[in-house]
């Protein structure tokens, strides 16, 4: 749908006079400023961003714990996503300056806040696609995630498809479209994903009620330690909040892998 409409545009030339690229710059900056600014700048709270994440780490958040400092490989890793991310949506809004890529985008939409039972958030791209109206959702990816997203979509692991379906929802569109971008070679796909309200919003209510709560909540199911009490779910292992949700543990660096032990 719109990853082919994208490979045709960068396979032309193309001459600009257009103020897209000037807030593409502001963004770049804002995008970097954010990474190194951290979580500083932001008061933690639940977001459409975060609906779908883990409830523990939210209210951790919330609750004011800090998470631990993340290492420059990782941030520079993040901020390379972000490039990516602005770069592609700013390429879209140049595609929708031509009337042949049949793209309209809802400026007051994309600039304005979204908000569906209290909980805000801002979708990269609500737009129209030769006639249908899409919440577009880009997301940078490593080979691996790029070749997983193309044989099964986003997946649920990272709490994706509850922030999409906020969006649909807080839009009123049916309709969502995840277009990925592989980091390392700048190819594209995307994955239409519908919405459901039966599949999302009792799971959406259940992390509000519990971020919500005045206790903390328990370790998701997922959370599970086995074997040698070693942390094996990924979502742990990359979480900044490992260390005060499971307590002291040691590193283990097992071929270029941390290897985190509890207990
Ligand atoms: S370490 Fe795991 S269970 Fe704990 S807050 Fe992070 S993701 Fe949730």
């Known amino acids: 749908m719109l990853a082919d409409k994208i490979t045709k545009y960068l396979e032309g030339e193309h001459h600009y006079s257009s103020d897209v690229l000037q807030s593409s710059c502001e963004q770049f900056g804002g995008s970097l400023a954010r990474q190194l ?51 592609t949506v700013a390429i ?38 030769d006639g249908q109206d899409v919440v577009v959702e880009v997301k940078s990816m490593s080979n691996y995630g790029f070749r997983e997203f193309c044989k099964n979509g986003p997946g649920d692991m990272w709490g994706y498809p509850a922030q999409l379906q906020a969006y649909l929802r807080a839009t009123g569109f049916e309709t969502g479209l995840w277009l990925g971008v592989r980091k390392e070679t700048g190819h594209y796909a995307d994955y239409v994903e519908l919405r459901d309200d039966e599949k999302y919003v009792p799971e959406a209510a259940h992390n509000m009620r519990k971020v919500a709560s005045p206790d903390k909540p328990g370790k998701p199911s997922w959370a599970t330690l086995t074997g040698e009490q070693t ?16 307590g002291p543990m040691t590193v283990e660096v097992i071929k270029n892998k941390p290897h985190y032990k509890v207990g």
């Open 37 to 87: 600014m951290g979580e500083s700048q932001y008061e933690p709270r639940l977001r459409m961003s975060n609906l779908g994440a883990c409830p523990r780490k939210v209210w951790l958040q919330i609750a004011g714990e800090k998470g631990e400092p993340i290492n420059a490989r990782t941030r520079m890793n993040f901020s390379f996503g972000d490039y990516v991310e602005v770069a």
């Open 92 to 129: 879209i809004r140049l595609m929708a300056e031509k009337e042949e890529y049949g793209i309209k985008i809802y400026e007051e939409l994309v600039q304005g806040e979204l908000e569906w039972e209290g909980i805000k958030g801002h979708a990269d791209l609500p737009c129209s696609i």
């Open 231 to 246: 942390i094996k779910d990924v979502r742990c292992q990359y979480c900044d909040m490992k260390r005060p949700c499971w």
